[in-house]
C-alpha cells in the first residue's frame, strides 16, 4: 500500500469496495471517508460474522486505524449514533478512532421526507433513491441552505438557520406537496440531543488527514457509490448526488491532488445496477436472477434486488481512465464459477454503429447493443485459490483479457467473502508501484 491511497467503485456502486478496503486497511493508519452518506452499504465479513456499515468508515474493524468521516460526506446525526451503538453492542470498539468533521453537513428529518416526496413527483421517471435524504441535502449544501456538523455547537445560529430551512420547505409541502407543514422546535431538540454525544468526535479533519500525512502515516480514502453514479461523470439524472470517483476523495476529504499516490479501482467481475437507469449489459432473464442469487445481490441497504448483468468494459475503461487508476481490484470472481461461458462487453452499437466510449446521451446508452466476446467458463470452487496460479486456466484467460481491454493490470482478485479469500498479485505491479521518491518524481506525468 502506497502512503495515500484512495479506492473508488468503477462501476454503479456495490462492487465489494469495503471488502477490499478491509484488506488495504490492514497496513493503513486511517480510513476516511470522503462522500455520500448512508445510502451506502459497505459490506465485510471477517470469520463467518457480517458487518455492514454505512456511515462509519470500513477501518473501524481494525484495532490500530483511525476512522475519519470528512467534510465531503453528509451525515444524519441520529443514524450515526445508531450505528456506533450497534458496532459496539458486536463488541467492535468505536471511541477515540472515530473522528467526524465540523465541516460536515447534516441530513435533517425533512431531506429525508422530501427525498421521498421529488419522488413521488418524478412518477415513472423515479431514479429509485435509497430514500436517506441524501440528495436534498446535497442540494441544500449546493444552494447554501444546508447546516453544518459545526453549527450545532452554536445554538443560536442552529436554530437560526433550522428555523428558516424549515419555513422554506413548509412553502414547499404547502403549495407544491399538499402536505402537513413541519415544526421546527422538535428537530432543534433532537438535533441538540445528538449533539452531546457526538461532541467527542468532532473536530477539523482536513487538518488531521493533512497532519497524518506530514508524519507518514498510511491513509485509505473509502470511496461510496461508483463512478457511473458521480454526479457529474455517470448517467445522469440516474446517479448520486455527490462526486462518487476519485474527484470527491480530495475535496471530500480535504486533501490536495499531489498527496494521493494510489487510485485502486474496485470492479465486479459482472456488473449490478440498483435503482433506475440506463445498464447496456442487464440479464433480464435467468441469468440475471442466478447471478443476483449466488452473488446475494440485494441491497445492502434497502434490501432492493440488484439488477444483474455482464461485465461492461466499455463503462469499465471509461471510469479508469477517468480516475487515472493504478491497479484493479477484480472482486466476486467466484459467483461466475459453474457457467460454460462468461461474457463480457467490448464494444456498443448504437443505432447500427460501432462504438468503444461510453456515451453521454442517456437515450444513446438506452439502446446501446452490447458487442460481447465470450471467454470459457471454469467450473472448479475456486475460494481456496491463494495464488493466481491457483486458479483454472480459463478463470486466468478471463482475467488478462479483462487486463487487456482495461489497460490496467489487476493486482487482486477476490475469490470469496472472507477476508483471507483474495489473491495478491505481488508480481502484478500497478502502475504506481514504485517508492516513494519515484513516486513523486512521477508526479504529473502519468500515461493516462
Ligand atoms: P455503495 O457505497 C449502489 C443509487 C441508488 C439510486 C441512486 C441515487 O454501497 O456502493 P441516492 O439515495 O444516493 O440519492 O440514490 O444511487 N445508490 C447506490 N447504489 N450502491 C450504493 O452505495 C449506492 N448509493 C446510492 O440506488 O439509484
Ligand atoms: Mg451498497
Redesign the pocket.
Known amino acids: 500500500m502506497m502512503p495515500t491511497t484512495c479506492v473508488v ?1 468503477l462501476q ?4 465489494a ?2 471488502r477490499v478496503l478491509d484488506v488495504l486497511s490492514a497496513d493503513a493508519d486511517c480510513v476516511a471517508r470522503s462522500q ?2 448512508n ?5 465485510v465479513v471477517i470469520g463467518g460474522e457480517t458487518f455492514i456499515l454505512h456511515l462509519v468508515p470500513t477501518g473501524v474493524l481494525r484495532p490500530q486505524v483511525l476512522a475519519v468521516i470528512g467534510n465531503g460526506v453528509v451525515v444524519d446525526p441520529k443514524f450515526l449514533l445508531e450505528e456506533v451503538s450497534e458496532l459496539r453492542r458486536r463488541g467492535v470498539e468505536v471511541g477515540e478512532n472515530l473522528r467526524l468533521s465540523d465541516r460536515a453537513h447534516l441530513v435533517m428529518p425533512y431531506h429525508r421526507l422530501f ?1 421521498g416526496l421529488a419522488e413521488r413527483r418524478r412518477g415513472t421517471g423515479k ?6 435524504g ?2 436534498p441535502c446535497y442540494a441544500d449544501k449546493a444552494a447554501r441552505g444546508g447546516l453544518r456538523v459545526g453549527d450545532l455547537y452554536q445554538p443560536d445560529l442552529f436554530r437560526e438557520r433550522l428555523q428558516a430551512a424549515v419555513e422554506e420547505k413548509n412553502a414547499l409541502l404547502r403549495g407544491l406537496y399538499d402536505e402537513p407543514e413541519l415544526a421546527w422546535a422538535p428537530i432543534y431538540d433532537e438535533y441538540m440531543d445528538c449533539a452531546q454525544t457526538l461532541r467527542p468526535y468532532v473536530c477539523n479533519t482536513e487538518e488531521l488527514l493533512l497532519g497524518l500525512l506530514d508524519q507518514g502515516k498510511r491513509v485509505l480514502l473509502e ?4 463512478t457511473l ?1 458521480d454526479i457529474d461523470h455517470g448517467t445522469y439524472p ?5 462526486n ?1 470517483s476519485v474527484f470527491g476523495a480530495m475535496s471530500g476529504a480535504g486533501l490536495p491532488p499531489h498527496r494521493i499516490d494510489q487510485v485502486v479501482g474496485v470492479m465486479k467481475a459482472y456488473t ?6 440506463p445498464f447496456p449489459t442487464e440479464l433480464a432473464d435467468e441469468l440475471g436472477e442466478r447471478l443476483r442469487e449466488s452473488g446475494k445481490e440485494f ?4 434490501g ?1 434486488p ?1 439488477r444483474c448483468g455482464w461485465l461492461d468494459l466499455v463503462a469499465g475503461r471509461y471510469s479508469a481512465r477517468l480516475n487515472g487508476v493504478d491497479c484493479i481490484s477484480l472482486t466476486k470472481l467466484d459467483i461466475l464459477s459453474g457457467l460454460d461461458t462468461v461474457k463480457v462487453c467490448r464494444g456498443y452499437r448504437i443505432g447500427g454503429e460501432a462504438i468503444d466510449s461510453f456515451p453521454a446521451a442517456l437515450n444513446e446508452l438506452e439502446t446501446a447493443e452490447p458487442v460481447y466476446e465470450e471467454f470459457r467458463g471454469w467450473p472448479d470452487d475456486i475460494g481456496r485459490a491463494r495464488r493466481f496460479e491457483d486458479l483454472p486456466a480459463e478463470a486466468r484467460s478471463y482475467i488478462e483479457g479483462v487486463e487487456e481491454v482495461v489497460g490496467v493490470p489487476i493486482t487482486m482478485v477476490c475469490v470469496g467473502p472472507e477476508r483471507e479469500q483474495v489473491i495478491l498479485r505481488e508480481d502484478r505491479q500497478g502502475r504506481a508501484g514504485h517508492t516513494r521518491r519515484e513516486q513523486s518524481d512521477r508526479r504529473g506525468r502519468r500515461p493516462n
Do not use: C, P, Y
Not at 431514479?127 to 436517506?132: A, P, Y
Open positions: 467503485g454503479w456502486g456495490d462492487e469496495k469495503a455520500g452518506g445510502n451506502a452499504g459497505h459490506t427525498d431514479i429509485d433513491t435509497t430514500m436517506k441524501v440528495g470511496g461510496a457509490q461508483g453514479l440516474f446517479v448520486t448526488s455527490s462518487a449490478t445496477r440498483v435503482g433506475a437507469g441491497g445492502a441497504t434497502t432492493r440488484r
